[in-house]
């Protein structure tokens, strides 16, 4: 009603106008009537009506709304104030543009990893399904536990089995085959994801049982590029590892998996099977208005049919099954991270408050004459307080604005760099997009802080003591008793909040130094390593594909500058299987085994390859095949954890007891101990390890394996390996007749990857800390040079009366370490306990580490005497004369 | 002959009243009623006039239209609502408990 009034007072107006108009034409004919001359009368009715534009104007203004008015002349007025001082103004909105641009990027990961649901439909009644157990619950399953799963409709309305992408499939056909990612799943899989079809269907339940056929989905991606986004491709064939596949559909791009799919397969599970190799993931859509508690008693029960059907080995008393929200199952363990870090934004966050409210309270105070002058002039204190206020909401604003662009330009740049291992954020951080919650979140903290740093000047600025401002002589009086108090405690303070930011940035710096400093155990140096996908028919059987890995290995040799070369089912690392064993002979006790280690199947160079030394007994050897008496190399770990007083060359072990009939196999002769790997990253202990030939596993593993995850390909040359790598893949694809390598990386970046989260941590903080320990310096200078300043009479006094130079100086820096001092000890105590918190992100430090709490401090201290130098250097340059004189 | 100033806050009742007995006014119709009604004594000043008339559309005591004169000029004519009547009654009690206060203390004891 009243935004009516004020929007359409201008046409308004233009009615009162005319109408005014006919009002004195009416009185003109009065007057003329009246006998007048036509002018005499035009000019006795202006007269009789006074000003016609001061009666608009009257009304104009009740017509405004007068709130509206008033922040308006308030921001004019806000407006030209900090472009009278566009040095205060600029560092104001420097300093805030820092503050909210590290909170802007640090929420925009926040938003994208923890706060962004699933893109799928009712992303809430998604489940995953998982292993529980003494050790916490996991992921994966085996056809026995989808089939128990499946059966559970009470709970359950749809669940669905799929896989990684794990070994990728050979598009075969044309003249280069193509390793594409092809995701193996259950026929349930689209629905339960609601993925949305943009040509043809999805799979059937009869072609996705054993004898279902060949049948593919394709993604939208690759439709688009082989196919042109043809339709008429549906019904066609596509070939993949030489065989013909139905092309039976096509999903929209709108549909986003975690490993992005380039195809899909149906997994044509033999649901009667007891093979209990866990290789694929499950998850589960919960029925409308099932709670967890109902679906974890109904796995209960699902637990002990599984091992009433399967034996009590199959599942230990100990351990069942459970759900977890399949958003919390893809967020793992990056929330506590992420919260951390929002934390040490918020620090930084109160380090910029402290400072512009230290900017700005030096401000008011020069302004004291100007504030007391209105105030004389009859302004109110809220009118003060208002105007302030605008003043610092307009800085506020326009440094969000800024930080805005600063903060998500920055995060992008640095997840595009360093995308950190943090799920959900897409390629190189694409998925960390603009939207209204960040810029609400931005909104949101720019005016708190607009209110936070400019009320306590404001409030101070506004009770003058009228007489005796207006009373001083000029704007140089001494600073009020509580404004300086107020800029000390400011200062302080900021001063605590840094080092406890640069104490976490210490502590992370020396974690990363630290893993940097672990030997992995394995050469990373001039190391490549390549993906082939054994996937097909060929490869279902131990002799073909050791035959691949002999001819490759031979041909990779001849090329020039290459110095070994090895091949294994999995690469250290980057993640691997573990399987169960026994020690022949040995009594077991209570445990169904006596044991549990990695398992890697590799070929005879592997060790030379990746330069794992060979500690007692052989090697591998070429001869160690299918044909050779069965052999098992054990690493350092094993033999310690496993054989603490015995010597493991002298026993024999069966991998794989109870495993199902894929891992049936007789036992193995330890011959060899080599040196440990950090295999599950350099901030963890080596796990045990065992080896056993390529050569000499069951085929149906082999076949499993084939399935479920490449054969890697590691060569180690003299020059840098990248510059060889088309001579090597050609080298490889002619020993395997035509097979493509793909995922070609170097040792030194997987490296880089597994530290890559405390490598984007430590980045993070630095650069928080970094900005602390500048915005602290700026804090410190300006309040001392402001001190010393105001002090310039009383420092020329003390000159004049013979104080020495170097006095002077010394009494300037004396006060401002004190400041320094102060905050310096908060901020240990701070940090003290703060820490702790930093617990999970630290490897080979405490938390309490004595060099960075004695480090810190001293830097800390460093900075803010060389930022104090400047303004106690100008107190000895005060003229005594000159600084009389003024008086 | 002297002139008086209407006595502050009695404008928009002399509006209201004017209206009501005159049905449909334009404002110097308006000025000119409530002079010759005062035989003269009120002098309506006519650039507080149109001010008052705004407020009195905004709070939806009169409507306004536009219209054309016998003299077939233009002008704005304007017409009491219900509410207006409503209030020139308010306002005719509050007039007069004043008048009679006010006469109460001038009146010789």
Redesign the interface.
């Known amino acids: 009603m009243s935004f009516r009034r004020f929007t359409n007072r201008t046409s308004k107006d233009q009615d009162l106008a005319e109408e005014i108009d006919s009002h004195l034409a009416h009185s003109q004919d009065a007057h003329a009537a009246r006998g007048l001359s036509s002018e005499e009368a035009r000019r006795q009715a202006y007269v009789r009506f006074g000003n016609p534009r001061s009666t608009r104007e009257h009304v104009w203004r009740y017509r405004s709304l007068p709130w509206l008015e008033d922040l308006w002349r308030d921001l004019r007025f806000a407006l030209r104030g900090l472009s009278k001082t566009p040095g205060f103004t600029i560092i104001a909105i420097l300093v805030i543009a820092v503050g909210i641009g590290v909170n802007t990027a640090v929420f925009s990961v926040i938003n994208a990893v923890l706060l962004k649901l699933l893109t799928y439909p009712d992303p809430q009644s998604l489940v995953q399904m998982r292993n529980t157990g003494p050790q916490g619950s996991f992921p994966g399953a085996n056809i026995p536990k989808f089939n128990i799963w499946h059966q559970q409709t009470s709970v359950f309305q749809q669940v669905a089995a799929y896989d990684f992408g794990g070994a990728g499939l050979n598009i075969t056909g044309g003249d280069h085959p193509e390793q594409v990612q092809g995701i193996h799943v259950s026929a349930d899989y689209f629905s339960l994801f609601g993925a949305p079809i943009v040509a043809g269907r999805t799979f059937t339940s009869a072609e996705d049982s054993p004898h279902g056929g060949h049948v593919t989905v394709l993604s939208y991606g690759l439709w688009k590029s082989r196919y042109g986004a043809d339709p008429k491709v549906v019904g066609t064939t596509i070939q993949l590892d030489g065989q013909p596949y139905l092309i039976v559909g096509v999903i929209d791009r709108r549909f986003v998996t975690d490993t992005p799919a380039d195809l899909w397969v149906p997994f044509q599970f033999d649901m009667n099977s007891q093979d209990m190799a866990h290789y694929f993931t499950v998850s589960a859509r919960l029925k409308p208005g099932v709670t967890l508690p109902q679906v974890n008693a109904q796995l209960r029960l699902a637990a002990d049919e599984y091992r009433r059907i399967y034996g009590k080995d199959s599942l230990p008393a100990n351990s069942g099954f459970g759900v977890a929200s399949l958003q919390e199952a893809t967020i793992g363990d990056t929330r506590f991270p992420l919260l951390v870090l929002l934390g040490a934004v918020g620090f930084v966050l109160l380090i910029a408050c402290a400072n512009v409210a230290n900017l700005l309270l030096a401000r008011a105070s020069s302004r004291k004459r100007e504030f007391a002058t209105r105030a004389a002039l009859g302004a109110g204190r809220s009118q003060i307080i208002r105007q302030l206020l605008t003043e610092s909401l307009t800085l506020s604003l326009v440094g969000g604005a800024l930080g805005l662009i600063l903060g998500f330009a920055g995060v992008r740049f640095l997840l595009s760099i360093n995308p950190g291992n943090i799920p959900r954020i897409g390629e190189d951080g694409s998925a960390v997009t603009l939207d209204i919650n960040i810029l609400l979140f931005t909104l949101g903290i720019s005016l708190l802080t607009g209110i936070f740093f400019g009320l306590l000047p404001a409030i101070s600025a506004s009770q003058p003591n009228l007489a005796a401002t207006l009373n001083e002589n000029g704007s140089r009086s001494g600073i009020g008793f509580r404004s300086g108090k107020l800029r000390s405690a400011l200062v302080i303070g900021e001063m605590a909040l840094t080092l406890v930011l640069v104490i976490g940035a210490a502590l992370l710096i020396r974690t990363f130094l630290k893993l940097q400093a672990v030997d992995t155990g394995f050469a990373t140096h001039n190391v490549i390593s390549m993906a082939m996908s054994m996937s097909g028919d060929r490869f279902q059987k131990t002799a073909p594909v050791a035959l691949v890995v002999r001819d490759g290995t031979d041909r990779a040799l001849a090329v020039p500058g290459v110095v070994d070369v090895g091949v294994s089912n999995c690469l250290p690392m980057a993640g691997g299987f573990g399987m169960s064993f026994d020690v022949v002979g040995r009594p077991k006790g209570n445990s169904p085994f006596a044991g549990g280690a990695g398992f890697y199947s590799i070929s005879w160079r592997y060790f030379n390859a990746l330069k794992i030394p060979l500690l007692r007994g052989r090697s591998f050897t070429e001869q160690d095949n299918g044909a050779a008496p069965n052999v098992v190399i054990i690493n350092q770990a094993m033999a310690r954890q496993y054989w603490p007083k015995g010597d493991p060359l002298k026993d024999r072990i069966q991998i794989g007891p109870g495993a199902g009939p894929a891992f049936a196999e007789g036992p193995r002769q330890v011959v060899g101990i080599v040196g440990d790997t950090h295999d599950g990253g350099p901030n963890r202990d080596p796990f045990p390890m065992m080896y056993i030939p390529l050569a000499q596993m069951p085929d149906l593993e082999t076949a499993l394996n084939s399935r479920v995850a490449p054969l890697w390909w590691i060569i180690r040359s003299q020059v840098d390996p990248r510059t060889l790598s088309s001579s090597i893949t050609a080298a490889l694809r002619d020993a395997s007749g035509g097979l493509p390598v793909a995922h070609i990386r170097t040792m030194d970046e997987i490296e880089a990857r597994n530290t890559a989260r405390q490598r984007f941590n430590m980045l993070l903080l630095t650069i928080f800390g970094f900005a602390g320990l500048l915005m602290a310096a700026i804090g410190v200078y300006g309040v001392m040079s402001y001190s010393v300043q105001q002090r310039t009479q009383e420092l020329g006094v003390r000159m004049a009366l013979g104080a020495q130079a170097s006095s002077l100086r010394n009494m300037v820096i004396r006060q401002g370490m004190a400041l320094t001092l102060i905050g310096v000890l908060i901020g240990t105590g701070g940090a003290f306990w703060l820490t702790r918190f930093l617990a999970s992100f630290l490897f080979g430090v405490k938390t309490l580490d004595p060099i960075a709490f004695i480090v810190t401090p001293l830097l800390l201290a460093a900075v803010a005497l060389s930022s104090i130098w400047i303004p106690a250097k100008r107190a000895t340059r005060v003229d005594p004369m000159t600084a009389l004189r003024l008086e | 002959m002297s002139r008086d100033e209407i006595p502050p806050g009695t404008l928009y009742l002399l509006i209201l009243k004017t209206l009501a007995v005159r049905k449909k006014l ?4 308006i000025a ?1 009623f409530i002079e010759q009604q005062s035989e003269d004594v009120l002098q309506v ?4 006039l ?2 008052a008339l ?2 009195m559309l ?1 709070k939806g005591w009169v409507v306004a239209e536009w219209g054309v ?1 016998a ?1 077939n ?4 004519y304007y017409t009491l609502t219900a509410d207006g009547k409503k209030q020139l009654a308010l306002e005719l009690s509050k007039f007069q408990r004043i008048m009679g206060a006010v006469t109460k203390v001038v009146q010789p004891a």
Request: cysteine-free.
């Open positions: 334009h404002g110097y119709e000119e000043e006519e650039g507080s149109y001010p705004q407020r905004m004169t003299g000029r233009r002008a704005r």
